[in-house]
Protein backbone atom coordinates (compact mmCIF):
# COMPACT_ATOMS: atom_id res chain seq x y z
CA UNK A 1 0.00 0.00 0.00
CA UNK A 2 1.32 3.23 -0.60
CA UNK A 3 0.38 6.53 1.13
CA UNK A 4 1.47 9.86 0.39
CA UNK A 5 1.11 12.62 3.15
CA UNK A 6 0.84 15.83 2.06
CA UNK A 7 2.97 19.19 3.77
CA UNK A 8 1.04 20.78 5.87
CA UNK A 9 1.75 24.67 4.61
CA UNK A 10 2.27 26.86 7.46
CA UNK A 11 2.62 30.08 5.74
CA UNK A 12 -0.85 30.10 4.49
CA UNK A 13 -3.06 32.21 6.07
CA UNK A 14 -5.15 29.33 6.84
CA UNK A 15 -2.34 26.60 7.46
CA UNK A 16 -3.40 23.58 5.55
CA UNK A 17 -2.57 20.20 4.11
CA UNK A 18 -4.93 20.30 1.49
CA UNK A 19 -2.89 22.38 -0.89
CA UNK A 20 -5.53 25.65 -0.74
CA UNK A 21 -2.76 27.58 -2.44
CA UNK A 22 -3.28 25.85 -5.87
CA UNK A 23 -7.72 26.63 -5.57
CA UNK A 24 -7.79 30.32 -5.54
CA UNK A 25 -11.42 30.40 -5.35
CA UNK A 26 -11.93 28.45 -2.45
CA UNK A 27 -9.02 29.96 -0.16
CA UNK A 28 -11.07 33.32 -0.86
CA UNK A 29 -14.44 31.74 -0.06
CA UNK A 30 -12.44 30.48 3.16
CA UNK A 31 -10.75 33.53 3.90
CA UNK A 32 -13.85 35.37 3.71
CA UNK A 33 -15.65 32.79 6.07
CA UNK A 34 -12.38 33.39 8.15
CA UNK A 35 -13.23 36.42 10.18
CA UNK A 36 -16.55 35.25 10.96
CA UNK A 37 -15.09 32.79 12.78
CA UNK A 38 -13.08 34.81 14.85
CA UNK A 39 -15.71 37.29 15.89
CA UNK A 40 -17.50 33.75 16.71
CA UNK A 41 -14.60 32.92 19.00
CA UNK A 42 -14.40 36.22 20.42
CA UNK A 43 -18.09 36.33 21.38
CA UNK A 44 -18.69 32.63 22.34
CA UNK A 45 -14.87 31.26 23.06
CA UNK A 46 -13.48 31.44 26.40
CA UNK A 47 -14.11 34.50 28.52
CA UNK A 48 -11.22 34.56 30.30
CA UNK A 49 -8.37 36.76 29.74
CA UNK A 50 -5.06 35.29 28.95
CA UNK A 51 -1.45 36.01 27.94
CA UNK A 52 -0.58 33.01 26.45
CA UNK A 53 -1.54 29.37 26.67
CA UNK A 54 0.64 25.81 26.60
CA UNK A 55 -1.09 24.27 23.62
CA UNK A 56 -0.89 21.50 21.28
CA UNK A 57 -0.79 22.37 17.56
CA UNK A 58 -1.19 19.73 14.71
CA UNK A 59 2.32 19.94 12.81
CA UNK A 60 1.68 16.70 10.98
CA UNK A 61 -0.67 14.17 10.17
CA UNK A 62 0.98 10.97 9.87
CA UNK A 63 1.57 8.41 13.23
CA UNK A 64 4.60 10.26 14.98
CA UNK A 65 5.54 13.43 16.66
CA UNK A 66 1.75 14.83 14.77
CA UNK A 67 1.75 17.45 17.63
CA UNK A 68 3.69 20.47 18.81
CA UNK A 69 3.52 22.09 21.91
CA UNK A 70 4.63 25.96 23.40
CA UNK A 71 2.63 28.61 24.83
CA UNK A 72 0.62 30.37 22.68
CA UNK A 73 -1.38 33.78 22.78
CA UNK A 74 -5.06 33.10 22.37
CA UNK A 75 -4.88 36.17 19.39
CA UNK A 76 -2.04 33.85 17.63
CA UNK A 77 -3.68 30.88 17.60
CA UNK A 78 -4.18 29.57 13.98
CA UNK A 79 -6.54 27.29 13.03
CA UNK A 80 -5.90 24.96 10.44
CA UNK A 81 -7.72 22.08 7.67
CA UNK A 82 -5.69 18.76 8.42
CA UNK A 83 -6.66 15.94 6.54
CA UNK A 84 -4.98 12.69 7.20
CA UNK A 85 -2.85 10.59 4.77
CA UNK A 86 -4.42 9.74 1.21
CA UNK A 87 -4.76 6.23 0.34
CA UNK A 88 -5.06 5.53 -2.93
CA UNK A 89 -5.86 2.13 -3.34
CA UNK A 90 -8.61 2.72 -0.41
CA UNK A 91 -11.84 0.95 -1.14
CA UNK A 92 -15.59 1.32 0.15
CA UNK A 93 -15.87 -1.55 3.02
CA UNK A 94 -19.81 -2.03 3.03
CA UNK A 95 -23.20 -1.55 1.66
CA UNK A 96 -24.13 -1.18 -2.22
CA UNK A 97 -20.65 -0.17 -3.63
CA UNK A 98 -18.40 -2.30 -1.19
CA UNK A 99 -15.41 -2.63 -2.93
CA UNK A 100 -15.48 0.43 -5.49
CA UNK A 101 -13.02 2.92 -5.59
CA UNK A 102 -13.74 5.68 -2.72
CA UNK A 103 -15.36 8.69 -4.35
CA UNK A 104 -13.13 12.13 -4.73
CA UNK A 105 -15.88 14.04 -5.34
CA UNK A 106 -19.47 14.10 -4.09
CA UNK A 107 -22.09 11.67 -6.15
CA UNK A 108 -25.12 13.71 -7.09
CA UNK A 109 -27.40 11.42 -5.29
CA UNK A 110 -25.90 11.65 -2.13
CA UNK A 111 -25.37 15.34 -2.29
CA UNK A 112 -27.97 15.80 0.22
CA UNK A 113 -27.16 13.44 2.55
CA UNK A 114 -23.75 13.94 2.78
CA UNK A 115 -24.67 17.63 3.50
CA UNK A 116 -26.77 17.03 6.18
CA UNK A 117 -24.60 14.51 7.57
CA UNK A 118 -21.92 16.95 7.65
CA UNK A 119 -23.81 19.55 9.04
CA UNK A 120 -25.05 17.84 11.86
CA UNK A 121 -21.27 16.95 12.89
CA UNK A 122 -20.49 20.13 12.30
CA UNK A 123 -22.93 21.94 14.68
CA UNK A 124 -21.78 20.03 17.71
CA UNK A 125 -18.22 21.34 17.22
CA UNK A 126 -19.03 24.99 18.03
CA UNK A 127 -21.79 24.13 20.34
CA UNK A 128 -19.61 22.49 22.83
CA UNK A 129 -17.66 25.53 22.91
CA UNK A 130 -20.32 28.00 23.26
CA UNK A 131 -21.38 25.49 26.41
CA UNK A 132 -18.25 25.56 27.55
CA UNK A 133 -17.26 29.25 27.84
CA UNK A 134 -17.66 30.68 31.30
CA UNK A 135 -15.81 27.54 32.93
CA UNK A 136 -12.25 28.88 32.30
CA UNK A 137 -13.20 31.70 35.15
CA UNK A 138 -13.91 28.93 37.98
CA UNK A 139 -10.98 26.40 36.67
CA UNK A 140 -9.68 24.16 39.87
CA UNK A 141 -6.29 24.84 38.50
CA UNK A 142 -3.98 26.13 35.59
CA UNK A 143 -3.65 22.64 34.69
CA UNK A 144 -7.44 22.03 34.37
CA UNK A 145 -7.46 25.64 32.82
CA UNK A 146 -5.05 24.73 29.78
CA UNK A 147 -6.92 21.50 29.06
CA UNK A 148 -10.15 23.07 28.68
CA UNK A 149 -8.76 25.52 26.35
CA UNK A 150 -6.84 22.67 24.83
CA UNK A 151 -10.25 20.95 23.80
CA UNK A 152 -12.26 24.54 22.98
CA UNK A 153 -9.70 25.10 20.58
CA UNK A 154 -9.58 21.82 18.89
CA UNK A 155 -13.65 21.78 18.80
CA UNK A 156 -13.39 25.21 16.78
CA UNK A 157 -10.67 22.81 14.44
CA UNK A 158 -13.40 21.11 13.87
CA UNK A 159 -15.81 23.18 12.45
CA UNK A 160 -13.10 24.53 10.54
CA UNK A 161 -12.69 20.44 9.33
CA UNK A 162 -16.45 20.29 8.15
CA UNK A 163 -16.78 24.54 6.92
CA UNK A 164 -13.49 22.86 4.86
CA UNK A 165 -15.77 20.21 3.27
CA UNK A 166 -18.46 22.25 2.96
CA UNK A 167 -16.70 25.26 1.12
CA UNK A 168 -15.15 22.69 -1.32
CA UNK A 169 -17.66 20.48 -1.90
CA UNK A 170 -20.95 21.66 -1.93
CA UNK A 171 -20.98 25.03 -3.72
CA UNK A 172 -23.40 27.72 -2.63
CA UNK A 173 -25.18 25.68 -0.47
CA UNK A 174 -22.04 24.29 1.30
CA UNK A 175 -21.22 28.05 1.88
CA UNK A 176 -24.97 28.96 3.30
CA UNK A 177 -25.04 26.07 5.61
CA UNK A 178 -20.93 27.12 7.01
CA UNK A 179 -22.96 30.58 7.32
CA UNK A 180 -25.52 28.84 9.54
CA UNK A 181 -22.91 27.00 11.52
CA UNK A 182 -21.88 30.44 13.01
CA UNK A 183 -25.72 31.74 12.98
CA UNK A 184 -27.20 28.92 15.61
CA UNK A 185 -26.08 29.50 19.09
CA UNK A 186 -26.21 26.52 22.15
CA UNK A 187 -29.27 26.96 23.59
CA UNK A 188 -30.66 30.03 21.57
CA UNK A 189 -34.53 30.31 21.85
CA UNK A 190 -34.71 31.50 18.16
CA UNK A 191 -31.87 29.42 16.61
CA UNK A 192 -30.73 26.50 18.94
CA UNK A 193 -27.90 24.19 18.02
CA UNK A 194 -29.95 20.87 15.95
CA UNK A 195 -28.92 18.42 18.82
CA UNK A 196 -30.58 18.42 22.04
CA UNK A 197 -27.06 17.74 24.43
CA UNK A 198 -25.78 20.74 22.88
CA UNK A 199 -28.16 22.92 23.80
CA UNK A 200 -27.98 21.91 27.32
CA UNK A 201 -25.65 23.71 29.74
CA UNK A 202 -21.97 23.34 31.49
CA UNK A 203 -22.42 25.74 33.86
CA UNK A 204 -19.35 23.78 36.04
CA UNK A 205 -16.62 22.00 35.86
CA UNK A 206 -18.09 18.22 37.51
CA UNK A 207 -20.52 19.01 34.25
CA UNK A 208 -17.23 19.62 32.16
CA UNK A 209 -15.56 16.21 33.30
CA UNK A 210 -19.27 14.32 32.70
CA UNK A 211 -19.88 16.09 28.73
CA UNK A 212 -16.01 15.21 27.90
CA UNK A 213 -16.57 11.70 29.14
CA UNK A 214 -20.06 10.93 28.24
CA UNK A 215 -20.31 13.85 24.96
CA UNK A 216 -17.19 13.81 23.57
CA UNK A 217 -17.32 9.93 23.68
CA UNK A 218 -20.25 10.08 21.28
CA UNK A 219 -18.91 12.49 19.21
CA UNK A 220 -15.68 9.80 18.73
CA UNK A 221 -18.67 7.04 17.93
CA UNK A 222 -20.65 9.48 15.06
CA UNK A 223 -16.92 10.21 13.76
CA UNK A 224 -16.35 6.35 13.92
CA UNK A 225 -19.09 5.84 11.34
CA UNK A 226 -17.86 8.54 9.07
CA UNK A 227 -14.33 7.74 9.08
CA UNK A 228 -15.60 4.40 7.19
CA UNK A 229 -17.24 7.07 4.69
CA UNK A 230 -16.56 6.00 0.88
CA UNK A 231 -16.60 10.13 0.19
CA UNK A 232 -13.05 10.00 1.30
CA UNK A 233 -12.15 13.86 2.44
CA UNK A 234 -14.54 13.32 4.63
CA UNK A 235 -13.20 9.96 5.73
CA UNK A 236 -9.87 11.63 6.31
CA UNK A 237 -10.63 14.48 8.02
CA UNK A 238 -12.68 12.70 10.37
CA UNK A 239 -9.59 10.36 11.20
CA UNK A 240 -7.94 12.80 11.92
CA UNK A 241 -10.35 15.08 13.80
CA UNK A 242 -10.70 11.20 16.21
CA UNK A 243 -7.05 12.04 17.05
CA UNK A 244 -7.62 15.08 19.04
CA UNK A 245 -10.79 13.52 20.39
CA UNK A 246 -8.61 10.76 22.02
CA UNK A 247 -7.12 13.83 24.37
CA UNK A 248 -11.11 15.43 24.91
CA UNK A 249 -12.29 11.85 26.42
CA UNK A 250 -8.67 11.51 28.32
CA UNK A 251 -9.79 15.27 30.17
CA UNK A 252 -13.59 13.57 31.06
CA UNK A 253 -12.00 10.24 32.25
CA UNK A 254 -9.05 11.29 34.64
CA UNK A 255 -11.50 14.58 35.61
CA UNK A 256 -14.11 11.96 37.01
CA UNK A 257 -10.94 9.73 38.40
CA UNK A 258 -9.44 12.98 40.59
CA UNK A 259 -12.79 13.95 41.62
CA UNK A 260 -14.08 10.47 42.89
CA UNK A 261 -10.65 9.98 44.21
CA UNK A 262 -11.06 13.40 46.47
CA UNK A 263 -14.70 12.46 47.30
CA UNK A 264 -13.31 9.16 48.85
CA UNK A 265 -10.11 10.85 50.77
CA UNK A 266 -12.65 13.05 52.69
CA UNK A 267 -14.95 10.26 52.82
CA UNK A 268 -12.03 8.62 54.95
CA UNK A 269 -11.00 11.73 56.98
CA UNK A 270 -14.28 12.76 58.05
CA UNK A 271 -15.38 8.74 58.39
CA UNK A 272 -18.62 10.02 56.42
CA UNK A 273 -20.63 9.56 53.29
CA UNK A 274 -22.03 13.50 53.19
CA UNK A 275 -18.90 15.26 52.30
CA UNK A 276 -20.43 18.26 51.43
CA UNK A 277 -20.06 20.32 54.24
CA UNK A 278 -16.11 19.36 53.63
CA UNK A 279 -15.73 21.03 50.35
CA UNK A 280 -16.17 17.78 48.66
CA UNK A 281 -18.82 16.32 46.15
CA UNK A 282 -20.55 13.30 47.78
CA UNK A 283 -20.74 9.74 45.98
CA UNK A 284 -24.76 10.19 45.38
CA UNK A 285 -24.11 13.46 43.66
CA UNK A 286 -21.49 11.91 41.35
CA UNK A 287 -23.68 9.44 40.54
CA UNK A 288 -26.46 11.52 39.28
CA UNK A 289 -24.48 13.21 37.00
CA UNK A 290 -23.30 10.20 35.52
CA UNK A 291 -27.24 9.69 35.38
CA UNK A 292 -27.71 12.58 33.86
CA UNK A 293 -25.07 12.84 30.86
CA UNK A 294 -25.56 9.53 29.92
CA UNK A 295 -28.78 9.17 29.42
CA UNK A 296 -28.95 12.56 27.27
CA UNK A 297 -25.72 11.22 25.32
CA UNK A 298 -27.78 8.18 24.45
CA UNK A 299 -30.70 10.57 22.92
CA UNK A 300 -27.47 11.58 20.22
CA UNK A 301 -27.73 8.19 18.66
CA UNK A 302 -31.45 8.78 17.75
CA UNK A 303 -33.89 6.20 17.15
CA UNK A 304 -32.91 2.29 17.87
CA UNK A 305 -34.73 1.55 14.72
CA UNK A 306 -33.91 3.92 11.80
CA UNK A 307 -34.38 3.93 7.64
CA UNK A 308 -32.00 7.00 7.36
CA UNK A 309 -29.37 5.20 9.14
CA UNK A 310 -30.05 2.06 6.71
CA UNK A 311 -30.25 4.20 3.68
CA UNK A 312 -26.60 6.18 4.75
CA UNK A 313 -25.04 2.75 5.28
CA UNK A 314 -26.48 0.75 2.22
CA UNK A 315 -25.15 4.38 -0.21
CA UNK A 316 -21.79 4.14 1.70
CA UNK A 317 -22.26 7.54 3.51
CA UNK A 318 -21.63 5.85 6.80
CA UNK A 319 -20.13 3.28 8.02
CA UNK A 320 -20.52 1.01 11.57
CA UNK A 321 -17.92 1.40 14.68
CA UNK A 322 -14.70 -0.32 12.90
CA UNK A 323 -16.38 -2.02 9.94
CA UNK A 324 -13.64 -3.54 8.45
CA UNK A 325 -13.19 -5.58 11.82
CA UNK A 326 -16.72 -6.44 11.22
CA UNK A 327 -17.25 -10.72 10.10
CA UNK A 328 -19.94 -10.28 8.14
CA UNK A 329 -20.45 -9.70 4.27
CA UNK A 330 -20.63 -5.46 5.24
CA UNK A 331 -24.12 -5.64 2.84
CA UNK A 332 -26.68 -6.84 5.71
CA UNK A 333 -29.46 -7.44 3.37
CA UNK A 334 -29.84 -10.96 4.47
CA UNK A 335 -29.34 -10.44 8.21
CA UNK A 336 -31.50 -9.55 11.04
CA UNK A 337 -31.05 -7.68 14.05
CA UNK A 338 -32.60 -6.84 17.72
CA UNK A 339 -33.87 -3.63 18.80
CA UNK A 340 -35.33 -2.21 22.04
CA UNK A 341 -39.24 -1.92 22.55
CA UNK A 342 -41.61 -1.22 24.82
CA UNK A 343 -44.14 -3.28 24.43
CA UNK A 344 -47.65 -3.54 26.57
CA UNK A 345 -45.94 -2.01 29.31
CA UNK A 346 -42.86 -4.41 29.42
CA UNK A 347 -39.20 -3.48 27.88
CA UNK A 348 -38.67 -6.23 25.20
CA UNK A 349 -36.86 -6.09 22.17
CA UNK A 350 -38.01 -6.42 18.60
CA UNK A 351 -36.34 -8.11 15.70
CA UNK A 352 -35.93 -6.01 12.55
CA UNK A 353 -34.07 -6.21 9.63
CA UNK A 354 -30.05 -5.46 10.46
CA UNK A 355 -29.90 -2.11 8.32
CA UNK A 356 -32.60 -0.70 10.47
CA UNK A 357 -30.84 -1.89 13.31
CA UNK A 358 -27.64 0.31 13.09
CA UNK A 359 -28.42 3.17 15.64
CA UNK A 360 -28.53 0.61 18.58
CA UNK A 361 -25.43 -1.05 17.21
CA UNK A 362 -23.27 2.08 17.65
CA UNK A 363 -24.90 2.74 21.22
CA UNK A 364 -24.19 -0.86 22.19
CA UNK A 365 -20.83 -0.17 20.92
CA UNK A 366 -20.50 3.24 22.87
CA UNK A 367 -22.57 1.79 26.15
CA UNK A 368 -19.57 -0.55 26.29
CA UNK A 369 -16.99 2.04 26.12
CA UNK A 370 -18.71 3.87 29.04
CA UNK A 371 -18.66 1.28 31.44
CA UNK A 372 -14.54 1.14 31.58
CA UNK A 373 -15.23 4.07 33.30
CA UNK A 374 -17.26 3.03 35.69
CA UNK A 375 -14.71 0.16 36.05
CA UNK A 376 -12.32 2.80 36.63
CA UNK A 377 -13.86 4.99 39.35
CA UNK A 378 -15.04 1.74 40.96
CA UNK A 379 -11.12 0.52 41.20
CA UNK A 380 -10.70 4.16 42.74
CA UNK A 381 -13.41 3.77 45.71
CA UNK A 382 -12.27 -0.16 46.13
CA UNK A 383 -8.81 1.04 46.38
CA UNK A 384 -9.93 3.66 49.34
CA UNK A 385 -11.53 0.99 51.05
CA UNK A 386 -14.73 2.32 50.17
CA UNK A 387 -17.97 0.07 49.72
CA UNK A 388 -20.36 2.02 47.38
CA UNK A 389 -20.06 2.01 44.10
CA UNK A 390 -21.04 3.79 40.75
CA UNK A 391 -23.12 2.56 37.86
CA UNK A 392 -25.15 3.28 34.67
CA UNK A 393 -28.19 3.55 34.87
CA UNK A 394 -30.53 1.22 32.36
CA UNK A 395 -30.78 2.34 28.87
CA UNK A 396 -34.21 3.34 29.08
CA UNK A 397 -33.81 5.74 31.76
CA UNK A 398 -34.65 9.51 31.37
CA UNK A 399 -34.45 9.23 27.61
CA UNK A 400 -36.25 11.49 25.22
CA UNK A 401 -35.29 10.17 22.05
CA UNK A 402 -36.42 6.24 20.63
CA UNK A 403 -38.07 3.38 21.82
CA UNK A 404 -38.26 4.62 25.79
CA UNK A 405 -38.98 8.66 25.44
CA UNK A 406 -42.09 8.85 27.53
CA UNK A 407 -41.69 6.27 29.26
CA UNK A 408 -40.45 6.25 32.65
CA UNK A 409 -37.99 3.82 33.59
CA UNK A 410 -35.94 3.31 37.03
CA UNK A 411 -32.10 3.39 36.69
CA UNK A 412 -32.59 -0.27 37.95
CA UNK A 413 -34.46 -1.11 34.64
CA UNK A 414 -37.99 -1.40 36.30
CA UNK A 415 -41.21 0.46 34.25
CA UNK A 416 -42.72 2.96 37.42
CA UNK A 417 -45.62 4.75 37.71
CA UNK A 418 -45.52 8.98 36.83
CA UNK A 419 -46.22 9.15 40.63
CA UNK A 420 -43.28 7.12 41.56
CA UNK A 421 -40.79 8.73 39.36
CA UNK A 422 -41.90 12.15 40.65
CA UNK A 423 -41.18 11.13 44.07
CA UNK A 424 -37.91 9.25 43.04
CA UNK A 425 -36.13 11.86 40.53
CA UNK A 426 -34.42 14.03 42.63
CA UNK A 427 -32.77 10.85 44.01
CA UNK A 428 -31.85 10.13 40.14
CA UNK A 429 -31.27 13.26 38.71
CA UNK A 430 -29.45 16.51 39.97
CA UNK A 431 -31.45 19.05 41.74
CA UNK A 432 -31.39 22.30 42.05
CA UNK A 433 -29.39 21.99 45.77
CA UNK A 434 -27.14 19.38 43.47
CA UNK A 435 -26.40 21.85 41.49
CA UNK A 436 -26.17 25.36 43.23
CA UNK A 437 -23.47 22.89 45.98
CA UNK A 438 -21.86 22.37 42.81
CA UNK A 439 -21.69 25.69 41.26
CA UNK A 440 -20.68 26.76 45.07
CA UNK A 441 -17.26 24.61 45.02
CA UNK A 442 -16.41 26.30 41.80
CA UNK A 443 -13.40 29.11 42.48
CA UNK A 444 -10.87 29.62 40.33
CA UNK A 445 -7.33 28.43 41.72
CA UNK A 446 -4.65 29.86 39.72
CA UNK A 447 -1.45 29.37 41.43
CA UNK A 448 0.95 26.89 39.64
CA UNK A 449 0.31 23.49 41.06
CA UNK A 450 -2.46 24.16 43.52
CA UNK A 451 -5.77 22.62 43.39
CA UNK A 452 -9.43 23.17 44.57
CA UNK A 453 -11.06 21.66 47.82
CA UNK A 454 -13.19 18.88 45.24
CA UNK A 455 -10.71 17.46 43.32
CA UNK A 456 -7.36 15.82 43.61
CA UNK A 457 -4.24 16.75 41.67
CA UNK A 458 -3.74 15.20 38.40
CA UNK A 459 -0.97 12.43 38.23
CA UNK A 460 0.83 13.77 35.43
CA UNK A 461 1.35 16.68 33.64
CA UNK A 462 0.40 17.68 29.72
CA UNK A 463 3.70 16.83 27.01
CA UNK A 464 5.67 15.89 30.30
CA UNK A 465 6.02 18.97 31.84
CA UNK A 466 5.57 19.39 35.76
CA UNK A 467 2.27 19.43 37.25
CA UNK A 468 2.71 23.13 38.73
CA UNK A 469 4.12 23.84 35.48
CA UNK A 470 2.27 27.53 34.20
CA UNK A 471 0.02 26.41 32.02
CA UNK A 472 -1.46 29.51 31.26
CA UNK A 473 -0.15 33.10 31.67
CA UNK A 474 -2.01 36.05 32.84
CA UNK A 475 -1.56 39.67 31.65
FE1 LIG B 1 -14.96 17.69 18.08
FE1 LIG C 1 -14.38 16.79 21.37
Not at 95 to 111: D, L, M, N, S, T
Not at 320 to 343: C, P
Not at 436 to 445: I, N
Request: proline share 5%; with cysteine; aromatic share 10%.
Amino acid sequence: MTSSRPKIDFDAKIPNNVDLASDRKLQRALERWQPNFLDWWGDMGPAVDTKDVYLRTAVDVGREGWAHFDHVPMNEYRWGVFLSEHDPDRKIAFGEHKGEPVWQEVPGEYRADLQRLIVIQGDTEPASVEQQRFLGATAPSLYDMRNLFQVNVEEGRHLWAMVYLLHAYFGRAGREEADQLLARNSGSDDSPRILGAFNEETPDWLSFYMFTYFTDRDGKYQLGTLKESGFDPLSRTCEFMLKEEAHHMFVGTTGIDRVVTRTAQLMNEHDSEDVAGAGGIPLDMIQKYINFHYTVSLDLFGNESSTNAANYFTAGLKGRWQEERRKDDHVLTDDAGAVDAVRDGQITTTEVPALLALNQDLRSEYIGDCSNGLKRWNRILEKHGIDARLSLPHVGFNRQVGAFAGQRISPEGKMISEDEWQRNEGRWLPTEVDKTHVRGLMHPVLEPGKIASWIAPPTNGINDKPVDFEYVHFN
